[in-house]
């Protein structure tokens, strides 16, 4: 779990220079999980359960389905309950929540991530200005569950909020990158993907690390006017989620995708689908 946990925060984080703050606090989380110190959603094991045989297989599969039902409807609650101004601690606790979730391998496996965009609907509803989330937000929506568009619905809460004074948060030019990313590696929408990055430049510059960044965000938007070809990045960001997933739904959400890229699909002898993105004319 550990490893997936790394691999999770690492994907953007590495590229916002943000890494280890993002590891340390997915680090502390995964302590607190293994010692039983977050509440809520447990993660699922038949009760004097050693590791699994494949008589438990059975048993665990309804464990973690059930659990995971049972998650939906608190997540259903969480959306409708009144705060009584304590929105920022709904968004805390609903935070670290979906870190256990997602980092409960066994019972992902079964079930897939499909909470994940509820976790994330809660966060940024009660505390849409929280720029630190949306890193985690676009990886575990737009990879993890191949649903870019609502991942990036959810950044321009973000987006929206932080608008009237981006100086709040010194890092609130990582909402504006995250969205960029998110359109350039799988919606493919360039647009939207320089004008993202020209924000980010902008929210960037008045930040500690602006003298380095905003003209990197710069550098992008404008390599992106000049060559708008994001076939192959996209290639590549929707094999990821191809390779990635256990969901039916995912997988084959990728697979169109990576078609419509115009991917020639290759099987094995045991069945196993591959993709060649054949070279441009």
Not at 10 to 39: E, F, Y
Not at 260 to 271: F, T
């Amino acid at each position: 779990m550990e490893a997936k946990i790394e691999q999770f925060s690492r994907k953007w984080l590495s590229l916002l220079v943000n890494g280890a703050i993002g590891l340390a606090a997915l680090a502390g989380v995964v302590t607190m999980q293994s010692s039983g110190q977050l509440g809520g959603m447990s993660p699922v094991r038949v009760q004097g359960q050693k590791p699994l045989s494949p008589m438990s297989a059975a048993s665990f599969k309804q464990a973690a389905q059930q659990e995971a039902q049972q998650e939906a409807l608190r997540l259903k609650m969480l959306k409708t309950i009144p705060s009584f101004g304590f929105d920022n601690l709904i968004a805390d606790w609903t935070f670290l929540k979906f870190l256990q979730y997602f980092g409960d391998d066994e019972a992902r496996e079964v079930t897939g991530y499909n909470l994940s965009q509820d976790y994330f609907d809660i966060v940024t509803q009660r505390d849409p200005r929280w720029a630190d989330i949306y890193l985690f937000l676009s990886t575990a929506i737009s990879f993890y569950q191949g649903k870019p568009e609502t991942a990036v619905n959810f950044i321009e809460r973000g987006t929206s909020a932080l608008s009237l004074s981006p100086q709040i948060h010194s890092q609130s030019w990582i909402v504006w990158r995250t969205k960029g990313l998110d359109e350039l590696l799988l919606l493919g929408d360039i647009p939207e993907s320089i004008r993202s990055h020209e924000m980010a430049a902008d929210w960037a510059q008045g930040s500690p690390e602006g003298p380095n960044l905003a003209p990197m965000f710069r550098a992008t938007a404008e390599y992106l006017r000049r060559d708008p070809d994001s076939v192959p990045v996209r290639f590549t960001a929707w094999s990821t989620v191809y390779a990635q997933t256990t969901d039916k739904l995912v997988r084959q959400r990728a697979k169109q995708a990576l078609v419509k890229l115009g991917s020639q699909v290759q099987k094995d002898k045991d069945g196993n689908e591959s993709f060649i993105l054949p070279p441009r004319k």
